[in-house]
């Protein structure tokens, strides 16, 4: 049987915090197509710092069927707070990808994910002559210098492996016009180059009920919820946010009535709770990360849900996955990200724009949305209006599979 294999170094499973696209992406190839599908993700976890249970010792890889495709962990090496440990880690899991691709049989199709960057699977892939699709989540090492990437070898490198990528692809998908109008200036033939959103699974997300044990005994159960589930990094700019806060909570007598709640994980959460305790904010709480499979079910207890990244140009290109979570469960939305991200928000009408920046203005704002809650169902039902017409991912991947077939045939 013809093979597709879908490679994405941070690519996880649902019982994993993080996002589960190419996951998903593997599963519904298997299921709507007659290709064998396996789907290759590095063994060591970026959220626990370990690798799996299933490479332990010496044993390199593991292979279970997941569904109905496979699931290929690879072992990599260990980083913890180290740029060049994690440049390591990326770097042997892009070879020991290549040295498998060039030893695999009936591989018709490979779509490699980016980030991160790698440049050994891209030759592979084209040495074996298989039909390569790129996959572009973010534009490194765009948003890595603006985020102050200095290291020269390491920019060149990236800039270089990324250039050979948009070239030696045969297709190029990524998630925002911004990215596609990015990538389009790099390649010379422009309609190799489509959009295609993250969006979400609107089968989880619909028809659930609370489940309210998830949440009994917390001290933020019974208020006004602010909820955010994802990475606590330095791109977050959560900081910002808790600047905003203390400034709304002096502006609000009644502020110990809303819940400020922070779900997940980062390098810069022990940091973030270190600057709640310092501002006494007896309304922000941190919670620990959750499998992705219990996004849904945490989202649903929130009254308003919250997104937020640093404030700077490339970041106008992004639309994160949030936001269609968000709007799939009727929730009104805070963006925080400037750019397309608040465009689709203020397009939909399912939310408002706050620039956390500026603090004291910012708290204003902050304060003019949470007291107005009459507004919170229409702003949650235009939002999910939108989602169902531009984020359903089951309308998503269905285009992706032609497109794949398509490639596959020429």
Not at 175 to 190: A, E, L, R, W, Y
Request: some cysteine; glycine content about 6%.
């Amino acid at each position: 049987m013809s093979k597709i294999i879908i490679i994405n170094h941070y690519g996880i499973t649902p019982e994993f915090p993080g996002a589960t696209k190419h996951y998903e992406i593997s599963k519904y190839f298997s299921e709507y197509s007659d290709y064998d599908i396996e789907f290759w993700i590095c063994g060591f976890n970026h959220h626990t710092g370990k690798n799996h249970d299933n490479l332990k010792g010496f044993k390199l890889q593991s292979k279970e069927k997941t569904e109905n495709f496979h699931t290929v962990r690879i072992k990599s090496t260990p980083y913890r707070k180290s740029a060049l440990a994690r440049q390591i880690n990326i770097t042997v899991f892009d070879i020991i990808t290549a040295i498998k691709i060039l030893f695999s049989k009936d591989v018709e199709l490979v779509l490699l994910s980016s980030p991160p960057v790698g440049i050994f699977n891209t030759w592979a892939i084209k040495l074996k002559h298989i039909k390569l699709l790129a996959d572009i989540e973010d534009l490194w090492p765009m948003f890595l210098i603006d985020m102050g990437l200095k290291n020269k070898f390491a920019i060149k490198y990236m800039d270089y492996s990324m250039n050979e990528l948009y070239k030696l692809a045969d297709q190029i998908i990524a998630v925002s016009d911004g990215m596609v109008n990015f990538v389009k200036s790099k390649v010379s033939q422009k309609d190799k180059v489509t959009l295609v959103p993250l969006g979400v699974n609107l089968n989880k997300y619909e028809n659930k009920e609370k489940k309210i044990e998830l949440i009994k005994g917390n001290p933020w159960e019974d208020k006004l919820k602010i909820m955010y589930i994802g990475a606590h990094g330095r791109a977050n700019d959560l900081g910002s946010v808790i600047n905003t806060i203390e400034r709304f909570n002096k502006l609000q007598d009644n502020y110990d009535e809303f819940a400020f709640v922070f779900i997940g994980d980062g390098d810069q959460k022990k940091q973030l709770i270190n600057q709640t305790l310092q501002k006494h904010l007896s309304n922000v709480f941190f919670e620990d990360a959750i499998p992705s499979e219990l996004v849904a079910d945490y989202l649903l207890h929130a009254d308003i849900c919250l997104t937020n990244l640093k404030n700077i140009e490339s970041f106008k290109l992004v639309r994160p996955n949030k936001l269609f979570q968000y709007m799939a469960l009727s929730k009104p939305i805070i963006c925080g990200i400037d750019g397309e991200a608040r465009q689709i928000v203020e397009e939909a009408n399912a939310g408002s724009y706050i620039n956390f920046d500026g603090s004291v203005e910012a708290a204003t704002r902050l304060a003019d949305i949470l007291n107005d809650s009459i507004k919170f169902e229409q702003l949650g039902e235009n939002g999910n209006e939108y989602v169902h017409k531009y984020g359903d991912r089951a309308k998503i991947f269905k285009n992706l599979l032609d497109l794949v077939t398509n490639m596959i045939k020429e």
